[in-house]
């Protein structure tokens, strides 16, 4: 139909000037992505890729990328001043209690409100919080793994590595080449 163009069975798109074909409708939000990012480049593409359920480049055995909002709290709620103090001091090494302090209450309470306006504990909204700058550093840096590491406050490489995989389902390294 077109003896122009030579297909190539084995790719889920192919993008070579102005032609552009998918090989099924999955493929076809690939080619999307593919279009974004040659159009507006790989920030907007990777958010496109977020706000679709899928990753910019697909590999297997991943997490779903899906967009979250890591601190899930209205405004005007008791923690929010708390809440952005945490987001401001992620590389500090925050413990339970070390929160409870700041927030001036017992860590009973803290757990009890947290769970209540936000539906995770202290530390589990910590974690995501962290894991949420790494990828955004991930997207929009070149720092080092081990710097980013240190920045969120995992501590060491081996851990952020080992944390990142097991809440994302990549590696760092992978989730970088995804989405940059």
């Given at each position: 139909?077109?003896?122009?163009?030579?297909?190539?069975?084995?790719?889920?798109?192919?993008?070579?000037?102005?032609?552009?074909?998918?090989?099924?409708?999955?493929?076809?939000?690939?080619?999307?992505?593919?279009?974004?990012?040659?159009?507006?480049?790989?920030?907007?593409?990777?958010?496109?890729?977020?706000?679709?359920?899928?990753?910019?480049?697909?590999?297997?055995?991943?997490?779903q990328f899906i967009v979250h909002d890591h601190a899930p709290t209205p405004q005007g709620s008791e923690l929010e001043e708390l809440l952005t103090w945490l987001q401001e001091n992620l590389a500090r090494d925050l413990t339970l209690a070390h929160i409870a302090a700041r927030a001036g209450t017992s860590t009973r309470t803290l757990i009890r409100r947290f769970r209540d306006q936000t539906g995770s504990t202290p530390l589990q909204w910590l974690h995501r919080a962290r894991i949420h700058q790494a990828q955004h550093l991930l997207e929009t840096t070149e720092h080092s793994?081990?710097?980013?590491?240190?920045?969120?406050?995992?501590?060491?490489?081996?851990?952020?590595?080992?944390?990142?995989?097991?809440?994302?389902?990549?590696t760092p390294q992978t989730y970088r080449r995804t989405f940059t």
């Open positions: 139909m077109y003896p122009a163009l030579d297909v190539d069975p084995d790719v889920l798109y192919v993008g070579n000037g102005r032609f552009l074909t998918s090989a099924v409708a999955a493929a076809g939000l690939d080619l999307c992505l593919h279009m974004i990012r040659r159009d507006h480049g790989s920030a907007v593409a990777a958010h496109a890729a977020r706000l679709s359920v899928m990753p910019l480049e697909r590999e297997g055995g991943q997490a793994v081990e710097r980013i590491g240190d920045q969120v406050g995992f501590g060491s490489a081996t851990t952020f590595r080992d944390r990142f995989k097991r809440t994302t389902g990549v």
